[in-house]
């Protein structure tokens, strides 16, 4: 990633940290789902865990207190995003660390896992983003990172804004081309639960039901709202 594109990152989300968390609040449910996909994917893991790209901790402050780790590290860009994680997720195994994913400055072989959610979009060169996560785990350490799917009309509202312009590169082709040409193993691309709209709280497992019901039609799968990519370290 370049130096500029760091920037044009750096400077929208430097400035964006109450209109993100407004969004956020109207997609909660979303926020709950995304915690409870990667809660699943990280069963069994116990050593250090690194959260890249964590914003203002929307899924931090959901996942970190549900896993049975020894340490959470929660790594963003943007200083004022990172302040904002702070306060809403900070806890007695957290950590937050101001950093670049492209070059976190972290010691190698230092976690058991290292997880994202929308970061690798921002990325200008994604395999080299991941050879350096690679670098960060220990031998048999997990990747799993959460993406919108290319193929989802939904992501049709991304056009038009520059620092989302490369979802449209999220193919489950692509994410595992990326994972793999970085030297990650048994990279893994699956279809997580559609977005329905929030709607009434009660009905919120019925909608849950009906997302979890259309990942598993072949014909629906393709259109799902997320990948889910997961991959080891040999």
């Not at 699943?40 to 207190?65: D, K, M």
């Not at 804004?161 to 193993?185: I, P």
């Amino acid at each position: 990633m370049s130096t500029d594109w760091n920037e044009v990152q750096r400077a929208h989300y430097d400035g964006f940290v109450d209109e993100y968390d407004k969004e956020g609040a109207r997609r909660a449910r979303g926020y709950v789902r995304k915690a409870r996909i990667l809660r699943e994917a990280l069963e069994g893991v116990r050593g250090p865990v690194l959260e890249i790209g964590a914003g203002t901790g929307l899924v931090s402050a959901l996942l970190a207190p549900t896993l049975p780790v020894e340490k959470y590290t929660a790594l963003e860009l943007s200083p004022t995003m990172l302040e904002a994680a702070r306060t809403r997720a900070s806890g007695p195994r957290m950590e937050f660390v101001c950093g670049d994913a492209m070059e976190t400055k972290l010691p190698s072989e230092s976690f058991e896992a290292v997880i994202c959610v929308d970061v690798v979009h921002h990325l200008g060169k994604p395999v080299e983003a991941m050879r350096e996560w690679l670098r960060l785990v220990k031998p048999g350490g997990r990747l799993a990172l959460l993406e919108a799917n290319a193929f989802n009309i939904m992501n049709r509202a991304y056009l038009g804004q520059e620092f989302e312009l490369r979802v449209f590169l999220n193919t489950d082709d692509n994410l595992r081309a990326w994972a793999t040409e970085a030297g990650w193993s048994d990279a893994r691309v699956t279809a997580t639960p559609t977005y329905t709209p929030s709607g009434p709280p009660a009905l919120a497992r019925v909608l849950d039901l009906v997302d979890r019901v259309a990942v598993k039609i072949p014909s629906a799968r393709k259109f799902a709202a997320l990948w889910l990519l997961s991959a080891r370290k040999r």
